[in-house]
């Protein structure tokens, strides 16, 4: 058996939360390890190193530990991939710990987090967002891809993500797979240009048996032109969205601050997805230092008849949801309409006059689908 | 070793002094006089005022400083702080050993002091230790005991006489010739010196030192040149980048600010904020964020608080200019727009620790305040803290004005549910600094729980929808995800250090941690 060396992790100065694994070829195996938390975890760590060093036969292998408070499972993912990377083989199965979650709820904020840095990982339930997206894709460099791999699975089957949904950004339906079956309950493809892309990817994710759906990101003038195609290419599609940058790159466009350069991409994205019966997700807001910059764009975002943003910081949760929220004259117009329209039809009528408009179903449906977004 | 009333051990011979131990709050009642300096005149000092001499080493050969001499300074300067190293060279050369020094803080500048005690010139330091220091003692290698103090006990040992000072050095950024000095102004100017105050009063000997010498009057003196024995002019007396940052930035930590807006959102639906209320907060990540948010909402809601109890930062400025507080009553100052106004608003006032904090004074501005919102390493489930050492055992933190703040009106305790791996709510404390029935509130990334003490607030919460949980539940759920609890700090080495409570008794001791 080739053992190759390898490093995974982070660790030392500045580090809190993660752990870093060395792996170096040895006749004589041995193991080194050092922790922040020694004296009140040490025991553990040691014993947590000897169990998963069994689980993969006892290689070969001469490991080191430098611990910078990483929780258990982190301390896992790092070990597992260290081992999987040193011997060349696969991550091992990971089984979900409760299936995926059915959500009704509009995706008003969706919050980003980068996928190999763990000590984000076990707060983001406690922001509200409507979905949390573990990233794989962007912000994870290309020769950490299977550690954040393997921090994500571990994330996803561990933690609490409260009421979020819980998304991952993947590369390719190779991690859609592995992320299904930990339990991801949604898969945001990136880069789409065709109807085919996404079709590959839900029959991986079908592969493994999950319900998980998807939403496809649209980053260049093809995919924005395919928009409805690929919003109709499977089942499990349940929103588009939009790389805004990439996008503007690609069409040579030039930012402004007036967001001109933008209407067409987005005002298409909004289109298809409606015809498409899905959901229209509007982009980030990456300037997140300025809340009320945040604010009007998740109004305006919403004025345009997108459904949610990105967030790139979990103070932009705040301002985001309050942007997008209904007004309170329209929430109490709407219970208004809805005690009104289902008083008459218990009489047997089918439009009523409410304070001097006339309501029927298309109007009850919509008042109704507003008071469920805020109970 | 002896063992006080929360079943702690201590020992009972501290540096020499016997001490006992604490007997719950209010139990430890105190009889004699107060400490009196020596009596002198006015004919043993130049009648034009001129107290000035050429350097340290005459000022405290003039002072007679001898071998054992117990030596003050103070943290006014924090992490800029040039007169230990300055004072401890200038001792080192007239030869003398085994001093004890008594500073109200130490930080990471003090590391290099350390040679001192190797070499003998320093015997051991008597304060909160923290940082190099707390690692040095906590390791052993320090001599006599570490006494851990409030700002407020500080102030009460030196006035009861626990703690003599024969030489107090006393940093001013500005000084007159006859020793009247301030904070507010000079190059090194750091805001309040409050905590020198007392050691000003009650030391045998008083020198001053300063790199700024005005002619007489230095107006508006924050100490009077009356206590002052002697005035040294030297180059510098503070590196000004470290005494105060120049902006204090909101934290990024998103956590942090959830639990800044936990703090908030309990204040401000529980009655706890009202008009004419006042809080006390300080310039940690937490503390700062809450004054951000709490300002949002006595904007919105048109309050104002009587007055803020700082540590002073910009953000409690422009309160005290925007009008949301009558007065700021500052017991140090954290950043540059503090310096300012305390130098311009007659309504920042300078406090000390005798008329902010002192247990054993005619009444206490401590439990006059509203609320006050502070850290802790460690929380047991009856609501006692940890505010000094890590989980395990070594020396951390200073007691700072924790323990005096611990009697506002509501006290409430704002920290992450874990840090690196390690939960913050303990089935017991490592070390025992504060005890539950002053801490009403503890609030947590991870939910926020009241202690039944007091039902008023959790009536409060419960019909403003605040929702609330408990420390057992909150412990669970960290335990779930850390590994379990951790396992408990080895408490068995010899003793290096005792902490005490506010009236001087001893509530726990920090040991040897090999």
């Keep these: ?375 | 070793m002896s063992v006080n009333d929360v079943g702690r051990r201590f020992p009972t011979l501290v540096n020499g002094r016997s001490v006992e131990g604490f007997r719950g709050i209010g139990g430890f009642i105190p009889k004699g006089r107060h400490h009196g300096a020596p009596i002198k005149t006015c004919r043993d000092f130049s009648s034009q005022g001129d107290k000035t001499v050429e350097s340290l080493v005459v000022a405290l050969r003039n002072a007679g400083l001898r071998d054992g001499m117990r030596i003050s300074t103070h943290h006014h300067f924090r992490n800029g702080d040039l007169v230990a190293e300055q004072l401890f060279q200038a001792a080192e050369q007239l030869g003398v050993r085994d001093l004890v020094w008594f500073p109200s803080a130490v930080f990471p500048c003090h590391e290099s002091l350390l040679r001192h005690i190797h070499s003998g010139l320093i015997h051991h330091i008597e304060g909160s230790l923290n940082g190099p220091v707390g690692e040095f003692a906590s390791a052993g290698k320090m001599p006599g005991l570490a006494v851990l103090r409030s700002h407020g006990s500080r102030y009460r040992a030196i006035q009861d006489g626990d703690a003599l000072i024969d030489i107090a050095v006393i940093a001013a950024p500005s000084c007159d010739a006859f020793g009247n000095m301030t904070g507010a102004q000079g190059p090194a100017a750091c805001g309040g010196l409050g905590f020198a105050t007392a050691d000003a009063q009650f030391a045998d000997h008083v020198i001053a030192i300063t790199d700024h010498l005005v002619p007489f009057p230095c107006a508006p003196w924050q100490i009077p040149g009356n206590y002052v024995d002697q005035v040294v002019v030297t180059d510098r007396i503070g590196d000004p980048t470290q005494i105060v940052s120049g902006t204090t930035r909101l934290t990024r930590s998103p956590e942090r600010l959830l639990i800044a807006k936990k703090v908030a959102d309990f204040v401000g639906k529980t009655g706890v904020l009202h008009d004419g209320w006042s809080f006390q907060a300080g310039a940690g990540g937490i503390s700062l964020a809450f004054a951000v948010y709490i300002r949002e909402i006595m904007r919105e809601r048109g309050l104002k608080a009587r007055f803020i109890r700082g540590g002073s930062t910009e953000v409690l400025v422009e309160m005290l200019e925007e009008g949301l507080t009558e007065f700021i009553l500052d017991g140090q100052t954290f950043d540059l727009e503090g310096v300012r106004s305390l130098r311009e608003n007659p309504n920042h006032l300078m406090t000390s620790p005798f008329t902010s904090y002192n247990y054993h004074s005619k009444g206490n501005i401590a439990s006059m305040i509203s609320c006050a919102l502070l850290g802790a390493t460690e929380v047991d489930l009856n609501f006692n803290a940890n505010v000094v050492s890590h989980s395990d055992g070594r020396m951390l933190h200073g007691i700072g004005g924790w323990q005096d703040a611990l009697f506002s009106e509501c006290t409430i305790l704002a920290l992450p549910a874990f840090r690196n791996r390690v939960p913050v709510v303990r089935e017991s404390l490592t070390t025992f600094c504060g005890p539950g029935e002053l801490i009403d509130v503890v609030v947590t990334e991870r939910g926020t729980a009241v202690n039944p003490r007091r039902q008023d607030l959790i009536q409060a919460a419960t019909e403003a929808g605040v929702p609330l949980t408990t420390l057992q539940a909150i412990k669970q759920e960290v335990e779930a995800f850390c590994g379990g609890p951790p396992e408990p700090a080895s408490l068995t080495g010899r003793p290096v250090g005792v902490v005490t409570w506010v009236d001087g008794t001893i509530i726990d001791s920090l040991y040897e941690i090999p």
């Design chain 1, 1 to 375: 058996m080739a053992v190759k060396s390898t490093a995974v992790g982070f660790c030392g100065d500045g580090i809190r939360g993660d752990c870093k694994v060395i792996l170096e070829p040895s006749n004589k195996p041995q193991v080194r390890i050092t922790s922040t938390v020694e004296a009140m975890f040490g025991r553990a760590i040691r014993q947590q190193v000897a169990d998963v060093l069994s689980k993969f036969g006892d290689p070969p292998v001469s490991l080191t530990l430098e611990d910078s408070g990483a929780l258990p499972w982190v301390i896992e993912a790092r070990l597992e991939a260290a081992l999987c990377i040193s011997l060349g083989q696969e991550l091992p199965p990971l089984a979900s710990k409760s299936p995926a979650r059915k959500r009704n709820k509009k995706r008003r904020t969706r919050l980003y987090v980068p996928g190999n840095t763990p000590k984000f990982m076990p707060h983001l339930g406690l922001f509200g967002a409507s979905s949390v997206i573990l990233d794989l894709e962007d912000s994870v460099p290309e020769r950490e891809k299977q550690a954040a791999l393997s921090i994500v699975r571990h994330a996803i089957a561990s933690l609490d993500f409260g009421q979020s949904e819980i998304c991952v950004r993947v590369n390719n339906s190779e991690e859609a797979k592995a992320v299904s079956r930990a339990g991801a309950e949604c898969i945001l493809v990136p880069k789409v240009e065709s109807a085919e892309q996404i079709k590959h990817m839900a029959d991986a994710i079908q592969s493994v048996q999950s319900d998980a759906v998807m939403i496809a990101i649209l980053e260049s003038a093809l995919g924005v032109h395919r928009a409805y195609e690929i919003a109709t290419a499977s089942e499990r599609m349940v929103a588009i969205s939009l790389g805004i940058e990439d996008y503007l790159t690609d069409i040579q466009a030039i930012r402004t601050d007036t967001m001109w350069e933008t209407m067409f991409a987005h005002g298409t994205v909004v289109n298809a997805a409606r015809a498409a019966g899905i959901s229209p997700l509007s982009s980030v807001y990456s300037h997140v230092d300025n809340l009320e910059g945040m604010r009007e764009f998740a109004a305006w975002s919403r004025s345009m008849g997108f459904d949610g943003v990105g967030c790139l910081h979990p103070s932009q949760i705040g301002p985001a949801m309050a942007a997008m929220a209904p007004p309170d004259d329209a929430i109490e117009e709407a219970t208004m309409i809805v005690r009104e329209f289902e008083k008459a039809q218990t009489q047997g009528l089918g439009a009523i006059s409410v304070r001097g408009k006339m309501v029927d179903a298309p109007i009850y449906q919509r008042a109704k689908d507003l008071l469920a977004e805020v109970n």
